[in-house]
């Protein structure tokens, strides 16, 4: 499934890094591209959505 997000609170490509990392924690297999200056996240996942917003949100972000 592909999912795409607005994360406004992405400022920088460390923040990027830290959000791969936690939606490839629940799914090593997941395809993850965030541009922190578009503020976009897309994912293409197995992983149930709801997960993979609560990854995100548990890393520090807010999602949109």
């Known amino acids: ?29 997941a395809k993850v591209a965030a541009d922190p200056a578009t503020k976009q996240v897309n994912i293409e996942t197995a992983a ?8 995100i949100v548990a890393a520090g972000y807010t999602v949109n």
């Open 1 to 29: 499934m592909t999912l795409q997000y607005t994360v406004p609170d992405m400022a920088c490509s460390a923040c990027a890094t830290t959000i791969t990392n936690a939606v490839t924690a629940i799914d090593p297999g």
């Open 48 to 55: 149930p959505e709801t997960t993979v917003k609560a990854a």
